[in-house]
């Protein structure tokens, strides 16, 4: 007999990258050469500060529960850097550490939705933002977008799209799949739209400090912005923390007691090692050498988008931050996961299909991270690839 689980959770897609990155580690494990641009994260190690910061804590027996909204000391800290890095004016009591972003993205959304409430997003986008809607039985409301709007949301799609059961929008600027930014004045003219009819805007600014070409900015430093914005945040990209689950929060006044009776429930308290490791973090020298990997990465986005171009792909944008390439495979295949399992096949190369991140247009797309040094030898490898397709 096989006991039941929850209609919901049987409705809960699967990460496909996860997939990808379990069938590329096996066939490394067999003794096949492997070019990893399918996971997400940094493939610097944290830094030594962060090491020493979080053994020096456990050394002092620093090991035991912080307040659910997280050390004062940190939450005093990120308002400091959101002054000196963004120019932004962010008090202390508004910031909520949790255990990753997507704590902070669940907590948030558990605190704002009822049953069938709708959270309308981009499709393509991350996969976690349409699953933490449904597993609070709201309702996902999907605008399929492309180029033309640099993959993102617009005011004109709001107004488009809108309807009086929209209870938040969740935009990300940086954004995962795609690289692509939000202008700050059209965030802000989207925020004042979505004030007017009692609804919250979702930031995801995950990526905010892995910024390409420009400086990072953060909606909080708009000026006169609604009380209806909630700002998500990590320390795993720009940081390089991954491994140590932290992230933080944002919120609206009126929403911080309730987040932290929810996170009293939910998770207690965020990792305190972790905690204390983001301290360290957050010091000048510390940013200084973050600031130096972020130009490695600029410098890994200008080489694999020109040796994209020099290999004959057609790019439809130049990612503006994060570490992702969205690349439209549709001349090649239409079913990005067959092709992403045959290309890691044929050539060891390991990338991400676009059903990942929505079902418009997904399977015409495939993701690539360059979070690997090996970029050009990465596309020699996918060029061979797509001429065996026409062969």
């Known amino acids: 007999m096989t006991l039941p689980i929850s209609r919901t959770a049987e409705q809960i897609a699967p990460f496909r990258v996860m997939k990808i990155l379990g069938q590329a580690k096996t066939l490394e494990a067999e003794g096949k050469d492997i070019i990893h641009m399918e996971i997400g994260e940094p493939d610097f190690p944290s830094l030594a500060c962060v090491h020493r910061a979080a053994m020096k804590a456990a050394e002092q027996g620093l090991t035991h529960y912080t307040p659910t909204l997280g050390l004062p000391s940190l939450r005093k800290k990120l308002a400091q850097f959101y002054r000196s890095f963004y120019h932004a ?3 202390a009591s508004n910031i909520i550490i949790t255990p990753g972003s997507s704590s902070a993205l669940q907590l948030v959304l558990t605190a704002i939705l009822n049953p069938s409430d709708q959270v309308l997003m981009a499709d393509p986008t991350y996969p976690c933002n ?14 399929p977008v492309d180029a033309d709007t640099q993959y993102q949301l617009s005011l004109k799609l709001l107004e488009q799209h809108w309807s009086k059961e929209i209870k938040a929008v969740m935009v990300a600027s940086p954004a995962n799949p795609t690289g692509t930014l939000i202008e700050q004045d059209a965030l802000h003219d989207m925020a004042q739209f979505l004030s007017e009819r009692d609804c919250y805007l979702i930031v995801d600014e995950i990526y905010q400090g892995l910024v390409y070409d420009r400086p990072a900015e953060s909606i909080l430093a708009q000026r006169d912005l609604p009380d209806n914005v909630i700002v998500i945040n990590s320390f795993s990209k720009f940081f390089g923390m991954t491994g140590w689950r932290l992230g933080w ?3 609206p006044t009126h929403l911080v007691d309730v987040l932290d009776r929810l996170g009293q429930n939910l998770y207690l308290s965020a990792p305190t090692p972790s905690q204390y490791g983001a301290l360290a973090v957050l010091e000048e020298d510390a940013l200084t050498e973050l600031e130096q990997r972020r130009q490695i990465f600029q410098q890994r986005r200008d080489r694999l988008h020109s040796a994209m171009q020099q290999a004959g792909f ?3 944008t130049l990612p503006q931050g994060a570490f992702y390439l969205y690349w439209d495979i549709s001349q090649w295949s239409r079913d990005s996961e067959q092709f992403c399992a045959d290309l890691l096949q044929a050539t060891g190369v ?3 299909p676009g059903t990942d991140f929505g079902s418009s247009q997904g399977n015409h797309y495939v993701r690539l991270a360059y979070t690997s040094e090996r970029i050009e030898e990465a596309v020699e490898r996918i060029q061979a690839f797509v001429r065996t397709l026409h062969a």
């Open 350 to 352: 390991a990338i991400t």
């Open 314 to 316: 057609n790019l439809k």
């Open 89 to 91: 004016k962010v008090a």
């Open 130 to 143: 349409r699953q933490f809607v449904e597993l609070l039985h709201g309702k996902v409301k999907a605008v």
């Open 249 to 251: 929060t944002v919120a």
